[in-house]
């Protein structure tokens, strides 16, 4: 059996997460916690409650595992998570019910490059070793961790006006890479416009959701800074592109968090992910947007 007070829970987990998450593990059903009720320790907080404590009929180790990569995720963030309690629970409840862990990239086409072949020396090779000494660490802690790695090919396609075959060879090539580079982990590379097409009814059904209330859903900032980037890759429809990337971007994180219930592992700075709605988000990725970098 083991014991820990509220205190001591904090101090495992570097910060006030630990009394969180273990009150989250006890609801779960993995353990209980008591209250110090007039010199006594009771299961219910009634009365005067002078104390609290959480008790494991089991071995501890998972917890301390949890607390060990939350601390890590913590140490190596770039930028602070979102939605730090989701992905906590989530954390737990991999290691605690011997689930898989799914983490989501999304990758980008290449915008600053002629040619659409990945070498061993570009920016992209680094990336997807972060991504495999990532995923190696989560293993080394007993996790089972999954990676879907999502070519946007319709953002590059549809919204951007690059060239179809471009595209296609560039994710071609990424996909070879990202095979031959982590081979060992169980990695699904899935093009956006694929779960696009195998979710068809609900992406639909969210599209004109959102278009119906777009300034409800994305706010004036946000399509303003939109179409300032359109202007680059779209300049003679900047605000119709600016809008379509906005729709698009909300609806994915819909169908993706809806379909797959990852912890988006994600390749670019924070201030990109603002419409990834309730996309469970880390930034601890180092070598970011490797398909922005030049030739």
Not at 7 to 36: C, H, I, P, T
Not at 77 to 102: A, E, F, G, H, N
Not at 117 to 126: G, L
Request: net charge positive; with cysteine; proline share 4%.
């Amino acid at each position: 059996m083991s014991v820990f007070t509220s205190r001591e829970a904090n101090k495992l987990f570097g910060g006030n997460e630990g009394d969180q998450l273990l009150s989250y593990v006890m609801r779960q059903g993995f353990g209980n916690k008591e209250y110090f009720v007039e010199g006594n320790w009771i299961s219910r907080p009634e009365g005067k409650i002078r104390g609290s404590r959480y008790i494991f009929p089991s071995d501890f180790s998972k917890i301390q595992n949890i607390a060990n990569i939350w601390n890590w995720i913590k140490e190596k963030s770039i930028q602070t998570p979102t939605y730090t309690d989701k992905v906590l629970q989530q954390l737990s409840d991999s290691l605690l019910m011997s689930q898989r862990l799914c983490f989501f990239s999304p990758w980008g086409p290449r915008y600053n490059n002629n040619s659409p072949i990945i070498k061993e020396y570009d920016s992209e090779i680094m990336t997807l070793r972060e991504l495999k000494t990532i995923l190696q660490t989560f293993r080394e802690k007993g996790y089972t961790p999954d990676l879907l790695l999502m070519p946007a090919d319709a953002y590059g396609t549809e919204i951007n006006g690059l060239s179809e075959t471009f595209v296609d060879d560039y994710f071609k090539s990424l996909e070879e890479w990202t095979h031959k580079e982590l081979g060992e982990t169980k990695v699904r590379v899935v093009r956006w416009s694929h779960v696009r097409d195998e979710q068809r009814e609900l992406y639909d059904t969210l599209c004109q959701r959102v278009d119906q209330a777009f300034d409800e859903y994305i706010n004036g900032r946000i399509y303003r800074n939109s179409i300032e980037v359109a202007k680059v890759f779209n300049p003679n429809q900047a605000k119709e592109s600016a809008r379509k990337y906005c729709i698009e971007r909300i609806v994915e994180g819909e169908i993706i968090s809806r379909v797959y219930n990852p912890i988006k592992l994600s390749l670019v700075r924070k201030e990109k992910d603002v419409l990834d709605g309730l996309l469970k988000r880390i930034y601890i990725i180092k070598n970011r947007a490797p398909w922005l970098r030049g030739k």
